[in-house]
């Protein structure tokens, strides 16, 4: 992962509480921070309860059971 995000990762090899003082920490650190954060599952369960709550909701007890173990 920090290869791909194009992070030095040779301070993990020192003691953690030394860490803050690694430029290459410091970088690391805000590139990770900076990450844009995508909850599908959130989503997903957002998508579900708009779609139980409109016209779309299943008419039938199987239907919504199936739609339940998703």
């Known amino acids: ?10 301070f993990v090899k020192l003691p953690v509480a ?3 003082t690694w430029d ?10 900076n990450l844009p954060v995508v909850n599908d599952a959130a989503e997903r369960a957002l998508g579900l309860a708009t779609d139980l709550n409109t016209n779309k909701a299943p008419k039938s007890e199987e239907q919504l059971q199936a739609l339940y173990r998703l």
Do not use: C, T
């Not at 290459?24 to 921070?33: C, E, I, L, Q, S």
């Open 1 to 10: 992962m920090f290869e791909l995000l194009g992070i030095d990762s040779s």
């Open 24 to 33: 290459n920490y410091r970088h690391g650190k805000k590139v990770v921070a």
């Open 18 to 20: 030394q860490w803050p």
